[in-house]
Every structure is written in structure tokens, then in C-alpha cells.
Nanobody
Framework: QVQLVESGGGSVQAGGSLRLSCAAS????????MAWFRQAPGREHEGVAS???????????SYADSVKARFTISRDYARNTLNLQMNNLRPEDTAVYYC??????????????????????WGQGTQVTVSS
């Protein structure tokens, strides 16, 4: 029904920037809740950023504390992509980054979840490596 494909990963030095993109296809018009997750070898799966676009006049974004003020999540409806601008990258940001989505963000808040179990659709992941 919905397919997600990440791109934009690569290798950078600490302090550098990368922009990840997630191309959505299928019935992506029904998707209002999207997120980025990451997982490094030997570390737990981590929610990075999520975006609730159900309200066309006001998007709500959530960020992990570790990436606040450095990463920005956005959605480009014209290109049908979810993006993650990553600035001031650190070695600890090294991980495989996954795009995730679900139809709508559930719960009693407008701010979307960073819990992995909330999301139904997943991309294949893209590697981000930050060297010191």
C-alpha cells in the first residue's frame, strides 16, 4: 500500500551536514504521520524525529533530545518526500537511518510519537557514518 525508500546517506566528518530523503509511493496521500529512526550496531533503536501533518495549517514535530537544534524534519508534498536535514553531525550520530510512516498519529497530543511500535510502514534504511 505504501512504500518508503530512503536516500542521502553517506560518510562525513564531524561537524558536517547531510540531508536524508524518504520517497513515498503507493497510497502516500493517506499518510499524515511520518518519522525518522536510527540504529547503530550494539545500540538500541532510537526515534530521531517525527512529523504530524494532519493539520494543513500547522505541522507538529518531535525530536529526540540528542538531535534538537541540529536536525530538522520536513515534508515536501510536491516531491512526495520526507526529509531530514542533519547539521553539526557527531560521531555518535553514526547509524542506519530508517524512514517510517503510519496513516495518522494517534494519542492525545498533536505532537507525534517517537515510539517504533507506532509505525506501520518502513523503508530499507540508509547508512550515515560520521568520522572524528
Amino acid at each position: 500500500q505504501v512504500q518508503l525508500v530512503e536516500s542521502g546517506g553517506g560518510s562525513v566528518q564531524a561537524g558536517g551536514s547531510l540531508r536524508l530523503s524518504c520517497a513515498a509511493s503507493g497510497h502516500s496521500f493517506s499518510i499524515y504521520c511520518m518519522a525518522w529512526f536510527r540504529q547503530a550496531p550494539g545500540r538500541e533503536h532510537e526515534g530521531v524525529a517525527s512529523l504530524n501533518t494532519a493539520d494543513s495549517s500547522r505541522y507538529y514535530a518531535s525530536y529526540a533530545d540528542s538531535v534538537k537544534a541540529r536536525f530538522t524534519i520536513s515534508r515536501d508534498y510536491a516531491r512526495n518526500t520526507l526529509n531530514l536535514q542533519m547539521n553539526n553531525l557527531r560521531p555518535e550520530d553514526t547509524a542506519v537511518y530508517y524512514c517510517a510512516a503510519k496513516a495518522r498519529c494517534d494519542g492525545g497530543t498533536r505532537y507525534p510519537s517517537l515510539a517504533r511500535y507506532e509505525y506501520n510502514y518502513w523503508g530499507q534504511g540508509t547508512q550515515v557514518t560520521v568520522s572524528s
